[in-house]
């Protein structure tokens, strides 16, 4: 695929002419950035097993994924991969943030061009085996106990390997192979119906994992764009912050999650809201069952019902079909499961380094220091869900109709609540991982621009380094130098900084603004303006985007 033609430019110039931008407003260097990111997962991938790269095992097929024979050539050093990813990671998000620039700076790729491109890019990462996290090998060994005949909501992998022999299972690695699943119903079949596909080889059984990966990533980003239908501008950002984002590609795709499960069906919730209620409950009912987590999209369909009980009502009953039938009756142990996440703290996010001061430091033991972390970030998450509330802009999900109010728009409402309440969680839980960041970057990218493209580009690209690599595996101590202060130093200070950029955005948009019409004597709540969706002519719908991305520079 020729890089130009993916240009449109709205001066009249012929695609492939230089650009008058400079390098970090240039749509080129920012869409080849993103390549390069890309092309970088998959070399490493296809150099074969790696600190970074998992061992599948025996190929007795001709599935994917693909990688150069180990027996031939000698394993990758572990320095040179892992420095590769790194940089891969940091130029992807680079590329991206110079994308966003050139789009403030009136960039026009057509979002149909830019989709085509990130299901190339990630169509082919499942080509090669996953990467740094091996999380991908225990959805094969809790699909393998299934097979087996064994719950694995009530049962460990290492409970049945330590015992006897099994061709899946001995491929599983640390640290979650003593750990029952914590992963919905719904993904719980996924695993399943992979081991049935791919039988006893775990190379085939990835396979398909990453399959059911792909599949729902990309039904999710088609469901973000279609949400942004109506602007083609939106719908270009919409693209770019999904399918074409090697952020989300590298956290979901590469490294063989399964985050987008649940979001695909919240997302179908989002787009039934004007229309069926009862059919969005459906949706984010299946979410729910495929992750728990989701629920914070379910309490912001809810609120955008608020002022209409019987759409809430049918919002509720929709939800309860699903989850009544998965966590009570078809997999009535997988509720409690899921909630254990609330005991974990993850290396990399801001309570990290507070863990260990608590723990080593003031010597308070883990099951109390947790439980003070998790009081701490469920009052950081309220206030920090407010702060956004304050400063986050309220713009008109696209379809809306001529002379509505957004603030009685369903799916406006619900976007908007939803990304306050996914990014509030993110910043402040003490587990968090960069794939969880896919809640957050659905309603962001149809929301329009703000601060947060920037903060979320680079906390996501500093957590998906810090697990660079992400495995239990032997390391030299040069790499195990990098990695540690890439997990304890690195990472954290960027998650506190976050932190402080959200607050400070609240206290410059909201804070010194309210105190200067105190000090004025001007009311401190001023007329609400009017919101009221105008019907569009060429010359208003032209101004109104323009407008929409000049809100917020990236």
Wanted: with cysteine; charged share 15%; net charge positive.
């Amino acid at each position: 695929m020729r890089l130009p033609n993916l240009l449109t430019r709205p001066d009249g110039r012929h695609p492939g002419a230089p650009a008058a931008a400079v390098w970090h407003r240039d749509n080129r260097v920012g869409l080849a950035l993103i390549l390069a990111s890309v092309a970088t997962t998959l070399v490493v991938g296809f150099l074969g097993p790696s600190v970074v790269t998992l061992t599948l095992g025996d190929r007795t097929s001709l599935l994917p994924p693909y990688y150069l024979p180990t027996k031939w050539l000698p394993e990758p050093d572990e320095l040179a991969v892992s420095v590769a990813v790194l940089l891969g990671i940091a130029v992807g998000a680079l590329g991206v943030w110079i994308c966003l620039r050139a789009m403030a700076d009136g960039w026009r790729p057509h979002h149909r061009r830019l989709f085509g491109l990130g299901a190339v890019m990630s169509t082919a990462t499942i080509m090669v085996p996953p990467l740094t996290s091996a999380d991908i090998l225990m959805y094969a060994g809790y699909g393998r106990l299934q097979v087996l005949g064994r719950n694995p909501y009530d049962i460990t992998p290492a409970e049945i390997f330590r015992s006897q022999y099994d061709p899946v299972l001995a491929l599983t690695e640390e640290p979650w192979r003593d750990t029952p699943s914590v992963y919905g119903p719904i993904t719980s079949w996924t695993q399943w119906f992979s081991n049935v596909l791919g039988g006893e080889n775990m190379h085939d059984v990835v396979f398909w994992l990453q399959v059911f990966c792909l599949v729902p990533f990309l039904l999710t980003c088609a469901g973000v764009v279609w949400l942004a239908h109506g602007d083609p501008k939106l719908q270009s950002r919409a693209a770019l912050l999904s399918i074409c984002n090697p952020l989300l590609i590298w956290a979901v795709v590469a490294s063989g999650h399964n985050e987008a499960q649940s979001v695909m069906f919240a997302v179908l919730g989002l787009m039934l809201m004007r229309k069926s209620p009862f059919g969005a409950g459906i949706g984010i009912g299946l979410a729910g069952c495929a992750k728990l987590s989701i629920g914070l999209y379910g309490l912001a369909m809810l609120w955008a019902y608020r002022r209409e009980p019987k759409k809430a009502l049918l919002l509720c009953l929709g939800a309860l079909v699903p989850i009544g039938l998965a966590y009570g009756v078809w997999q009535p142990t997988a509720l409690l499961q899921v909630l254990r996440n609330t005991t974990y703290v993850s290396a990399g996010g801001w309570a990290s380094p507070v863990y260990g001061l608590l723990t080593q430091v003031l010597h308070i033991p883990p099951p109390r220091s947790t439980a003070l972390l998790n009081v701490v970030a469920l009052v950081m998450l309220v206030v920090v869900a407010w702060m956004l509330s304050r400063v986050l802009p309220w713009r008109a999900a696209p379809g809306l109709r001529p002379g509505t109010d957004p603030m009685s728009d369903p799916i406006t409402v619900a976007l908007r609540t939803a990304l306050l309440l996914s990014v509030g969680w993110l910043v402040t839980s003490i587990y968090t991982l960069s794939w969880y960041d896919l809640i957050a970057w659905v309603p962001l990218a149809v929301i329009g621009a703000t601060q947060l493209d920037r903060l979320f580009l680079w906390r996501g690209a500093l957590l998906s380094m810090a697990f660079v690599p992400g495995r239990a595996v032997e390391m030299g101590p040069a790499l195990d130098f990098l990695a540690a202060r890439m997990r304890d130093t690195a990472s954290p200070v960027v998650q506190w900084g976050v932190l402080v950029m959200i607050v400070l955005w609240w206290r410059r948009m909201w804070l010194l603004p309210r105190r200067e019409l105190k000090k004025l004597g001007v009311p401190v709540q001023p007329p609400r303006e009017s919101l009221l969706v105008t019907p569009a002519t060429p010359t208003s719908a032209s101004s109104a985007s323009s407008a929409s991305s000049a809100t917020e520079r990236p």
